[in-house]
């Protein structure tokens, strides 16, 4: 099994640990390779809103030296991690200028096949409120890529580091994650039927792109894809 990790920040404390919770979980579960990038290293750079993705495809984007790896990495797993603490209550500057880079993946633009079909854990830290903020955040992107099975968890861990979290928040932190992690698990591979949400923008899309006036290269993907034709990519 392959798992695609997205860190929010470098700090590797409250958000980092939280997925080592995870990863842990999922090991005692099945052979799990992760494959992890962390922002902003992995993506340095904001997105510049110059259309290249949507009008010439996503080899185009500027930063495509970053972004066609990450892009590879999503389509090879089986389940995908995303993991932002809270800044000023959603997700950090560099998670939100990642998910800018792969506006392209929405449903309305060029979506990845795959996505809909995988599964998406998001997962917030907080030292006092805001995660709700984070995940959906997150969730809106990834729902909007295609994505059905998405599974939350927001954590109020009441400190900055891990290390001083009390032992009994510890405690239910964890318990919690590995409640949450057995739902991802148990979610991936399972129940490919797309939710009521997919299935109406997927089909409102489709007489979008059969438009005369429709882009040329968006029209082209769906078309080569057959879904212009009766196919469905969760079928």
């Known amino acids: 099994m392959k798992i695609c990790?997205?860190?929010?920040?470098e700090r590797r404390e409250n958000t980092?640990?939280?997925?080592?919770?995870?990863?842990?979980?999922?090991?005692?579960?099945?052979d799990v390779e992760f494959e992890e990038y962390f922002l902003p290293k992995d993506m340095p750079k904001f997105c510049n809103g110059c259309f290249n993705c949507f009008y010439y495809g996503k080899e185009k984007c500027p930063h495509s030296?970053?972004?066609?790896?990450?892009?590879?990495?999503?389509?090879?797993?089986?389940?995908?991690?995303?993991?932002?603490?809270?800044?000023?209550?959603?997700?950090?500057?560099?998670?939100?200028?990642?998910?800018?880079?792969f506006g392209?993946?929405?449903?309305?633009h060029m979506p990845m096949e795959e996505m809909f079909k995988k599964s998406v854990f998001i997962v917030s830290t907080t030292a006092g409120t805001g995660t709700?903020?984070?995940?959906?955040?997150?969730?809106?992107?990834?729902?909007?890529w295609g994505v059905s099975k998405i599974v939350e968890c927001g954590l109020n861990v009441r400190s900055?580091?891990?290390?001083?979290?009390?032992?009994?928040?510890?405690?239910k932190c964890i318990k919690k994650l590995k409640i949450k992690s057995n739902k991802f698990y148990n979610s991936i591979g399972n129940n490919n039927r797309?939710?009521?949400?997919?299935?109406?923008?997927?089909?409102?899309?489709?007489?979008?792109?059969?438009?005369?006036?429709?882009?040329?290269?968006?029209?082209?993907?769906?078309k080569n894809k057959g879904w212009l034709d009766g196919k469905k990519p969760w079928k």
């Open 16 to 30: 980092y640990n939280t997925v080592k919770v995870i990863k842990d979980e999922l090991k005692t579960k099945d």
């Open 104 to 108: 392209h993946m929405y449903i309305v």
């Open 194 to 222: 797309p939710s009521l949400f997919v299935r109406i923008m997927f089909n409102t899309f489709i007489k979008v792109h059969k438009m005369d006036n429709a882009i040329n290269i968006e029209k082209e993907y769906w």
């Open 160 to 171: 900055s580091k891990w290390n001083d979290i009390s032992q009994k928040n510890k405690e």
């Open 65 to 101: 030296e970053y972004t066609l790896k990450i892009y590879n990495s999503f389509k090879n797993a089986d389940g995908i991690i995303f993991a932002s603490p809270t800044y000023v209550m959603d997700v950090t500057g560099q998670m939100k200028t990642f998910l800018d880079h």
């Open 5 to 9: 990790i997205i860190y929010g920040n």
């Open 132 to 144: 709700k903020h984070v995940i959906n955040t997150i969730k809106r992107s990834v729902k909007y």
